[in-house]
């Protein structure tokens, strides 16, 4: 059995869960169990393909027609995990950064190879793989592997958040969303602020960080992991594909949070993301759509019992 890890600190988060059974217990129909695994193994396919091409000499860089970067590991991961679930899940529909696709009625497999890509070319660390799988528009599995950081986060529908830290023997740790109650309080992040003026609003932007304690540009998935682990407690992006949030959505949902679009509705229309606590969550979806020019109290009173 997984061991119960160190008390959370209970200023600054919920109650923690109740530790999870190792991969091989069934608390949930195997069907779910299967997927979470699969995911886990394709994330170790990714791991190996990113690993042996982050800082490599030859790597080759093309610009997409947005004018975004891909890299020869991006086309060669989503190759390979396209490859693996062909073969694992042939009846599934798949949707992936680099090829496209769409979300289906039924299961649907979402692979963003690599997330960050920018930082992977620079030789930046920051930078992992995405998987996930929706069904019926909702995700139920979620992984996040981040081979140069040592981490990896996964999530499944009813069965938590877990994040696992260096070694691959080491056993994963439970994850829980801030308790952070007021703005005036809370740490912020987003990736940049330039993407506000094109996709949203730099004035909505600022007129929340303004509001909050502290914010920085943490960026991309990291910031929405920072969230389910606690120790960030909000997380903004104007815009987003499905594979972007996908798997982190089930992430911050697992660990008690919230993911939604900027004005709270689903986040797989592609009109943003705002992952917090509950609490938090409503006051920046106030923020972010207030009228231009609205006065903001950082500082509101806490919600009735």
Excluded at 58 to 83: G, H, I, N, Q
Excluded at 91 to 115: C, H, K, L, N, Y
Excluded at 131 to 139: D, K, Q, T, V
Aim: proline share 9%; hydrophobic share 40%; aromatic share 6%.
């Amino acid at each position: 059995m997984i061991r119960r890890p160190p008390a959370l600190r209970p200023d600054r988060r919920g109650p923690a869960p109740t530790p999870e059974p190792t991969l091989c217990a069934v608390r949930r129909p195997m069907s779910q169990q299967s997927d979470l695994e699969l995911a886990l193994r394709l994330a170790d396919i990714a791991d190996g393909i990113t690993s042996r091409r982050f800082r490599a000499r030859d790597l080759r860089v093309e610009e997409k027609p947005d004018r975004t970067p891909v890299t020869d590991a991006d086309t060669a991961v989503e190759a390979a995990v396209r490859e693996a679930l062909g073969s694992a899940r042939p009846d599934d529909a798949f949707a992936g950064e680099e090829t496209g696709g769409s979300a289906t009625a039924g299961r649907t497999w979402m692979v963003d190879p690599i997330d960050g890509t920018k930082n992977f070319l620079r030789g930046v660390p920051v930078w992992a793989t995405l998987i996930a799988l929706l069904e019926g528009g909702r995700p139920t599995v979620g992984v996040i592997s981040a081979p140069a950081l040592h981490s990896r986060w996964w999530a499944a529908a009813e069965r938590g958040a877990w994040l696992r830290r260096g070694s691959p023997d080491r056993d994963p740790v439970p994850l829980r969303v801030s308790g952070t109650t007021r703005l005036a309080h809370a740490y912020l992040s987003t990736t940049s602020t330039r993407t506000w003026d094109v996709f949203h609003s730099r004035e909505a932007y600022l007129r929340l960080a303004e509001a909050c304690w502290e914010d920085r540009a943490f960026g991309d998935f990291l910031q929405h992991c920072m969230v389910a682990e606690g120790t960030l407690d909000i997380a903004a992006e104007p815009v987003v594909n499905p594979w972007d949030i996908t798997a982190v959505q089930i992430l911050v949902e697992e660990a008690g949070g919230v993911c939604t679009d900027l004005l709270g509705a689903s986040p797989q229309g592609g009109t943003g993301a705002l992952c917090a606590n509950p609490r938090l969550h409503r006051l920046a979806v106030e923020a972010l759509s207030a009228p231009s020019g609205a006065a903001l109290d950082p500082d509101p009173a806490p919600d009735p019992v």
